[in-house]
T-cell receptor, first 114, second 113 residues
Framework: DAKTTQPNSMESNEEEPVHLPCNHSTISGTDYIHWYRQLPSQGPEYVIHGLTSNVNNRMASLAIAEDRKSSTLILHRATLRDAAVYYCILRDGTGGGSNYKLTFGKGTLLTVNP | NAGVTQTPKFQVLKTGQSMTLQCAQDMNHEYMSWYRQDPGMGLRLIHYSVGAGITDQGEVPNGYNVSRSTTEDFPLRLLSAAPSQTSVYFC????????????FGNGTRLTVT
């Protein structure tokens, strides 16, 4: 059963911020929240991850709710190259089966309008 | 540093044929895994490995075999291909730590007729 829930699709305009939500109400205290994206006809690529605190990198920002039951991937200025499927997954930091049997749902298809 | 390399990029098989999809990584990652992706679907885990000599099943293991004799390589074998195995296959690797990002290959597009 799905550990994370994401909207099927979202739309944005170029150069505007995009907030992609992810719900993970059954997250455990040792689960890291990872985000990946998949451009058309390519393999998924890592975007960002976090545990409790908000995180920033050159690609995006990750905002994690205080109770950790949801998170938001923020693209500060969407470009046409950001059009992709975005996946949110959980990965157990303690190791073991739940760390290895990583489940990717259908993700969120982001459309960026010029 | 090539990352995760998958070969071939494309393959067409007839029903009943066998083949091996190759996956190699040069990052000394302990964890390697195989996913399949069908049109409009997410990624489904086939098999994974946490080190040489250690493999385990994912969500959809039937019809596929794996082995891990070295850290670098994790081949996926289809012993008797079926049309239901038509899909895009992705290999991924990472360190086994939970905060380690997965690195994916560019995929193998397999068609079984």
């Amino acid at each position: 059963d799905a550990k994370t829930t994401q909207p099927n699709s979202m739309e944005s305009n170029e150069e505007e911020p995009v907030h992609l939500p992810c719900n993970h109400s059954t997250i455990s205290g040792t689960d890291y929240i990872h985000w990946y994206r998949q451009l058309p006809s390519q393999g998924p690529e890592y975007v960002i991850h976090g545990l409790t605190s908000n995180v920033n990198n050159r690609m995006a920002s990750l905002a994690i709710a205080e109770d950790r039951k949801s998170s938001t991937l923020i693209l500060h200025r969407a470009t046409l190259r950001d059009a992709a499927v975005y996946y949110c997954i959980l990965r157990d930091g303690t190791g073991g089966g739940s760390n290895y049997k990583l489940t990717f749902g259908k993700g969120t298809l982001l459309t960026v309008n010029p | 540093n090539a990352g995760v390399t998958q070969t071939p990029k494309f393959q067409v098989l007839k029903t009943g044929q066998s083949m091996t999809l190759q996956c190699a990584q040069d990052m000394n990652h302990e964890y390697m895994s195989w996913y399949r992706q069908d049109p409009g679907m997410g990624l489904r885990l086939i098999h994974y490995s946490v080190g040489a000599g250690i493999t385990d099943q994912g969500e959809v293991p039937n019809g596929y075999n794996v082995s891990r004799s070295t850290t670098e390589d994790f081949p996926l074998r289809l012993l008797s291909a079926a049309p239901s195995q038509t899909s895009v296959y992705f290999c991924a690797s990472s360190y086994i730590r939970g905060n380690s990002p997965l690195h994916f290959g560019n995929g193998t597009r397999l068609t079984v007729t």
